[in-house]
């Protein structure tokens, strides 16, 4: 091989090795230290079929007794099968701010990635199911601690989530998807914390659901769907849905944005 060969693909092959590190440190996903942050992980379903996904871990996970689990579920916009897409947007990007300036959740978060449309087809909730158990498993979560966001389409594969099994979950929270009476009255047992894109959007179904809180654009300080993410007191709803399970006392999140 003559030596302008050899430079070649020494050149290329460097280029692909800062290519990966520079995927690796844009996504956060790293091996974890006990420090919070985004950890890559994978389900095999079958020998040649590995879902990916990741997952927050809050600050020594291993020594956290209060344990919650936030499973987050993407719009249809974010599908794929690299695991690192649905980290772009929503509840993501906040856990990385809060972490940044020292307010990072004190909770686990799983971010699944559907394959295809949520609505197209059921398997990629069975994933999600098999993805939940994998981590509750691990880390010893209990399932009345368990909650679900859904974004967009993502808040109607919520839906269906936990219909199927409404006692394994502690609440559901909504973001910019849009509702009707049926998908309230199939989960009339469980907490719902919406953020609907207009107020003309929740008319229709504010009186069905006894449990449902809903918060308006017009209450947020930050505009668009990540306000949600911004309000502290989503956080604090999380945590008082889950009070039974915690002694029955609100756990306090770390004010910062409201």
Not at 105 to 114: D, G, R, T
Not at 216 to 222: D, E, Q
Request: aromatic content about 10%; proline content about 5%; charged content about 20%.
């Amino acid at each position: 091989m003559k030596w302008r060969e050899i430079i070649c693909w020494g050149i290329i092959g460097i280029w692909g090795v800062f290519g990966i590190v520079g995927i690796w440190k844009r996504t956060g996903l790293t091996h974890y230290s006990g420090r919070p942050g985004f950890k890559e992980c994978t389900l095999q379903t079958r020998p040649n079929d590995v879902h990916r996904y990741a997952l927050y871990m809050p600050a020594n996970a291993s020594t956290l007794t209060d344990r919650l689990l936030v499973v987050c579920l993407h719009d249809d916009s974010l599908m794929g099968v690299d695991g690192r897409s649905q980290l772009k947007e929503g509840l993501a990007l906040e856990a990385y701010r809060r972490r940044n300036i020292g307010e990072a959740f004190p909770f686990f978060i799983l971010f699944p990635q559907a394959r295809r449309s949520w609505a197209a087809t059921d398997e990629d909730l069975s994933i999600v199911r098999q993805q939940i158990i994998q981590v509750r498993e691990q880390y010893s979560i209990e399932v009345a601690r368990v909650i679900v966001i859904g974004v967009g389409n993502g808040g109607r594969a919520a839906i269906k989530l936990v219909t199927a099994d409404p006692k394994a979950w502690a609440g559901i929270i909504l973001v910019g998807t849009e509702l009707e009476c049926a998908d309230l009255l199939a989960v009339d047992s469980v907490p719902i914390r919406w953020y609907p894109d207009s107020a003309i959007a929740m008319r229709p179904v504010k009186t069905v659901h006894a449990g449902l809180d809903v918060v308006l654009p017009t209450a947020l300080r930050f505009p668009g769907t990540a306000s949600a993410y911004r309000d502290n007191q989503l956080y604090q709803w999380i945590y008082s849905v889950c009070k039974s399970t915690l002694g029955g006392h609100e756990r306090p999140v770390r004010q910062g944005d409201e």
